[in-house]
């Protein structure tokens, strides 16, 4: 390849590397007490994109994670995370 087909090549790719964007991981604490004084998840909303990964964090014992029927965008899996024990999503 010649010079400036590889010059090319090397701009052609920078102005696609915005298509290109790393997968997120978010973090979600199982909770006895939030920060609301109620039992429940910290992060209590999270927005997440395709790609994404939420990893639910046992920080009490004796919480779990789960999908809800009807509640899942077109295409998702539903999941089941056992009872004290981290998942990732």
Do not use: C, W
Not at 16 to 36: C, F, G, T
Not at 57 to 66: C, M, N, Q, R
Request: charged fraction near 15%.
């Amino acid at each position: 390849m010649n010079k400036t087909g590889l010059t090319i090549l090397i701009l052609g790719l920078g102005l696609l590397s915005p298509l290109y964007v790393q997968a997120a991981d978010v973090e979600v604490k199982m909770l006895n007490v939030a920060s609301n004084g109620q039992r429940g998840f910290e992060l209590a909303l999270v927005h997440i994109n395709p790609g994404d990964s939420v990893y639910f964090i046992a920080f009490d014992k004796g919480h779990s994670a789960e999908s809800i029927p009807g509640m899942l965008p077109d295409g998702a899996a539903s999941f089941s995370g056992k009872v004290s024990q981290d998942i990732t999503v």
